[in-house]
């Protein structure tokens, strides 16, 4: 899932509970069960769980151009939001991170590649295949996924918003 997905969805959490702990355990349950939605990370990523993050997207420029693009998308949203919506920073901080935080861990183990961080990294992989198994091509569209996430964002923000 794109990183911004993951940062709106903890935004909404962050606004809908008032208890920072809640916040972050919701958040990082959010991550999971979206991560668990078919969303063409297969395609783009890869799969392969002996060689995490490095299956599909192994030219570090591809890489870090989604990357880059996909963190301006998630600092424009918060920007947007921040200036436009008066939010509780410490329970936003908590949402935000508790959504993120297994990502981030990927990206460590994806520059690190520390050994113990592994099991970590195989159950990622394990939930973005647990329904995607099924599937002829191992995934859904990841130009059609995008749309959707684009839509999701769109509508959510400015649901926020407005
Ligand atoms: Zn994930």
Known sequence: MWFTT??????????????????????????????????????????DMEEPLHAKIDKKREFFLYAFIDATCSLSVLAVLIFSKKMDLVLLFWGIFGAVIFDIISSINYFTRWKWLNKFERFHIWLHTLLTRYFKKGDISPKFALGLQILFVVVVLGALVY
């Open 6 to 47: 993951h940062v709106i969805t903890g935004v909404v959490i962050s606004q809908a509970i008032p208890n920072a702990q809640a916040v972050f355990g919701t958040a990082l349950l959010s991550h999971i069960i979206i991560d668990i939605l078919p969303h063409g990370d297969n395609i783009l990523m890869g799969n």
